[in-house]
């Protein structure tokens, strides 16, 4: 951590700020330059990370140079990638997963023929809600268990295993009987308690992006996972809030290089709830797996004009498997293989 | 609702557009312009909401006309506003309310240091965090139970009520048993089972906004409180996320007129996270007062060089008396009176 | 229009909308639900657009239903799409262009180097600053008229034509005689005498989209362009300010599949000034091929690291045909063909 | 400036930093940590900025230590505040002044008439626009050159001294003859040639902040009109761009005490155009006072609802009186006294 002083720091100001260095256990590195004087600590990250010296008389900035998080970072596995295995389909490295099924889990045949389609066009996994977080009290908030059971009747049948939300910590023990893979949605993301649930679980988890969270967020979320000892993270970028109303959210894909140069965790995207419109979510799809995704996923819906919700974004499950060639040959520029369900 | 239809929509679309509206057991006003053709969508707000008409064939834009929330709205109380009673202390309306306390509970010494010096001064409540949602597994989490403990002491002594964060809905009795305002945190805003419990709760809930949130989403969050048949919600606005990055959050001082048109509930602001810096504080919570405010929540703590946590950003206890007094005098501006402890 | 009038109000503030409504020359369309009156508002567009009703007695919103842009706007064209055709060189429909050359001209052997590199990976334009608009009245400017000199010798050399940002109204004679595309930088988007005076030129201009512009903004400042009579305007997303602070702006390919939905007009991105550091230039170069954009402007320098500006973002000339071959192929994923200087 | 190291940079990579530094005219002080090594590059301002060391082999970061500012900055007067004199008001330390008049100059009457009202009520200068930026090409562009002279007029009758917006440098001489002060606007912030003309042009200047921009580049934007030997610039905070839906933009009252500690120059606050609805200019007036704003330029017109542009924005001049006496006891909260035109 690099303390920066003001132009006109007094020697007490700078000799304070040495002293609760020291004391906290760190090494102070005083460097004075014409204008103003830097002073480096350096120390046990969590020593120097509760200084908190910003505002202390005398001082301009505090300038972190560790990242706070440690074990999501690359450095910690020396460059190497992980790759998540989830039931034998691997996700990460060279494997590029097409994870894609309804918003919501509404009947037995709703989610068994999504099941079957996106299974023979070559998904790698199937997701499906059945603990909706909605927006509105009002609005429907998911079939609950009797989602979760048509889900483990949707692997039973085509082999696919399941992505699902778990929005309450009291609902863990009932999803991870079905879940193969954990998701904690965006508006969860600083959910602490259940991340450090989630993490004590023994699932693979993946962690959406909040509407807001920069990636630094994102992966303190993620260490809150690893922390537990549960080491199969998967990081989701979903489109963060900006200025501009013409789509839902703004697809963030300059994420996907940049945490893969921060973390070695696998880097899946979520191009429907992004755009909130089906006629984008192709040409997102394809930008994210050009860009060198881990994987995406993505909604699609038997008849989605008639879906309880999130229709407007849902592909027409009849043409996922045109859809599902056209990213194939895009993760292929990025030197991606489809890690398919008949693969 | 209005659905806007696309210019070269066809009366097809325009008529299945009309079909679905009438499926759902609501009204279609169809008015043909020269351009464009605009459906209205009359009847329950619920059946309306499911519509999901965007994205569906020929259809432009859909554009709400009334809000989603009911009884977080205005209009629901025929522009009454509602008044808190959190033990005699008035929140809402005429009254404005200091509420102060250290960010979080360190020690005995700490906490009843504090506690007396704020109600001295002519606070109205008490704040102190005995859960605390960090971004970093690795800080420090809060005191917990003993956390509760102690402000249960700086009540007892002082007389103030408690206002302390819950974050997990499996700490809810513990925390009911302390608190006489339970706050959910910005970051959990949209824990929809966190807000369902506190609704249930009996007690007042301080509600954050969060990092991201529209006010329309702060409102349903509120919605869900009031749903579960708890009237006692105060809106607390504490600062957005945006590009600028001179400091920690930019305070939106614009809500508190704005939420006062959409709402009649209490809006109360947190000038401390907002800024994240002591210099800050003082002409925030000056705009804030004479912008209308119902009440600032503020931190102080007897040594912040020394805190645990956001030492930066809290107030010195000893100048807390001055820092009051200017208050008092900017809400006096928007025509509000100081309901203090001593009052 | 739509104007949704609140629920509250009064007839005399219905009829008083109307009135003004009729006033301007329009027509009202009153419709009245069970809870509020929406008044339609149609007419003449520039009329309509000038009724102010916001904030009126009585009205809750005002929802434009017609776009304010009507040249730039798909509808003008009928769905066919416009391909501009820059000395042989065409931009939009099928064609991918490539548009490459360094940040800033800064020496005779710089920029013909560079010209000779791209010209031979299949570049399509050459672009290269002589004004450059910088945030520090203390940084180097540009070398003006002797780099236009350089540009114009680059465009003898190697048949490649110029494209070249212009800053200032009153330099507009000197660029015109060297520029094919005329450059509208991101900062002067909102320029509006120099919009009009760019659209008066006769060149095809490029107009790069404002820091924190809505798509709807670009569109109007292309307006500026093709109001003047000149019909060959391209845009270019080039990233957007928001609260992520990983890098230096946020690359929006969400604005390319929309900008086509809602206009005629091509698209190119700038994944250089977006990302601000070269191991980003890629995958974002490939996303944004693959998302369906009909070019790319990208910084290429024969030694970046010794570039008097913008060095780390610039690719490095000699493996700029290697870059050029991939981006080739994620072009092809969307569709389109490279319309390079050896077709 | 501090170039902090990756984690596995080779002694290669930091000696080729080091070499940079140097070959730049600057000194390096590197120093090694257990996990980064960090340099520190000490020397001149310019030749450091020039450094870009972004992106070069294994840098992790670049860190500024110094402003990019000098002119602008708090350092260059020592903490004394620069008090611009308008015609005899004075705007800055102790002064508070209040900037009143019409959004647009539409007609002799409406103009005098505002003048003379806000005149006698107390505001310190008279702001008008005779050259208007619109978002559309269809709009009412301005008065232009009767608009001036419509201002010189309302000065000859009540001795206000005129604010009044330069959008083209080729208009400059015809706007100096009448403008005491002259007004940036914030699409114009970054428009430099137009800066540098200002700076030149010996009358106060007043910078509206840009939609998006930081207080960094804000006060750059004054570094280059002081650059050019003017040392009364004005800054204006006048909302910026955020995910907030629910108003036109979000007035950043943060700005106040925040360019006060960075700067020496006096800030103006823009309610009417942040808010874009009258009933929030008021509680937002009240609230920049209080933050300790030099001042607020705000829109008044005889009949808003008939105004030619931003009717919905513009106070009633009837009820200015009333608005001046609660803003004066406000701008008293923060220790300022109303410059007005009686004094």
Chains 1, 2, 3, 4 share one sequence.
Do not use: W
């Not at 989602?147 to 863990?172: C, Q, Y």
């Not at 508006?187 to 988890?205: C, D, F, I, S």
């Not at 004009?305 to 043409?319: F, K, R, T």
């Amino acid at each position: 951590m690099m303390i920066v002083m003001k132009a006109g720091a007094t020697q007490a100001e700078i000799d304070s700020v040495i002293h609760r260095i020291q004391s906290a256990g760190a090494v102070a590195h005083p460097s004075r330059g014409e204008e103003v004087t830097v002073i480096g600590a350096i120390g046990d990250r969590e020593h120097v990370a509760r200084l908190e010296l910003e505002g202390a008389p005398g001082v301009a900035q505090v300038v972190p140079i560790l990242k706070p998080y440690k074990l999501a970072s690359s450095q910690v596995r020396a460059g190497e990638r992980t790759v998540v295995d989830v039931e034998g389909r691997k996700i990460g490295g060279e494997h590029f997963s097409l994870i894609a099924g309804p918003c919501t889990v509404e009947s037995r045949d709703q989610t068994l023929t999504t099941a079957r389609t996106v299974a023979a066009a070559g998904a790698s996994l199937f997701r499906g809600g059945a603990y909706k977080p909605r927006t509105s009290p009002y609005a429907f908030q998911g079939l609950g268990q009797e989602g979760l059971r048509l889900l483990a009747e949707a692997k039973a049948e085509t082999g696919l295993p399941i992505v699902t939300e778990l929005m309450d910590a009291r609902d863990l023990e009932a999803v991870v009987e079905v879940a193969d893979v954990i998701q904690v949605g965006a508006r969860n993301m600083q959910n602490y308690p259940l991340l450090a649930e989630v993490g004590r679980a023994g699932k693979p988890v993946m962690i959406k992006r909040g509407l807001s969270s920069t990636l630094e967020e994102l992966l303190m979320a993620a260490e809150y996972v690893l922390k537990e000892g549960n080491p199969n993270v998967l990081l989701c970028e979903r489109g963060i809030r900006t200025f501009e109303t013409a789509y839902r959210f703004t697809l963030d894909l300059t994420a996907i290089p940049v945490l893969k140069e921060l973390s070695h965790l696998p880097v899946i995207v979520d191009p429907s709830h992004a755009a909130g419109r089906r006629a984008l979510v192709t040409p997102l799809s394809l930008a994210a797996a050009a860009a060198g995704a881990d994987g995406i996923i993505v909604e699609v819906h038997p008849n989605p004009d008639e879906a309880i919700c999130d229709g407007p974004q849902q592909l027409y499950a009849d043409q996922f498997a045109e859809y599902a060639e056209q990213v194939e040959r895009a993760a292929a520029v990025a030197g991606k293989v489809l890690a398919s369900a008949h693969a």
